[in-house]
């Protein structure tokens, strides 16, 4: 199983990115996923989880507001709209995945099992 995660960029203060997640060989629709940002020297953190079907989405206080994580089930994909970018949003960020059999979000980094290989986001003018 692999996790593709797209769409980090260098952005100015203000802008704005989404970022896409795609997996291989599992159907999106049965996960919790989590996207999860590290920035130099800093723990990775949770930044914003979504449930099974939607039902529950958990954001981080830092971007309550400014992001907005999504799924598509058609296209077998979760996204993070993110607006307002602030320099302290610069990480790298990873999404990430597990089988989870309630509706519950999953927001601790040590609960998921599959992990992207990260794309870094830089605000900066």
């Known amino acids: 199983v692999q996790l593709v995660e797209s769409g980090g960029g260098l952005v100015q203060p203000g802008g704005s990115l989404r970022l896409s997640c795609a997996p291989s060989?599992?159907?999106?629709?049965?996960?919790?996923v989590g996207w999860f940002r590290q920035a130099p020297g800093k723990e990775r953190e949770v930044v914003a989880a979504?449930?099974?079907?939607?039902?529950?989405?958990h954001y981080a206080d830092s971007v309550k507001g400014r992001f907005t994580i999504s799924r598509d089930n058609a296209k077998n994909t979760v996204s993070l709209q993110m607006n307002s970018l602030k320099p302290e949003d610069t990480a790298v960020y990873y999404c990430?995945?597990?089988?989870?059999?309630?509706?519950?979000?999953?927001?601790?980094?040590?609960?998921?099992?599959?992990w992207g290989q990260g794309t870094q986001v830089t605000v900066s003018s």
């Open positions: 990430a995945a597990v089988l989870y059999p309630n509706l519950n979000v999953v927001v601790t980094v040590n609960d998921y099992n599959y």
């Open positions: 979504i449930s099974r079907g939607s039902f529950n989405i």
């Open positions: 060989g599992l159907a999106f629709s049965a996960y919790a």
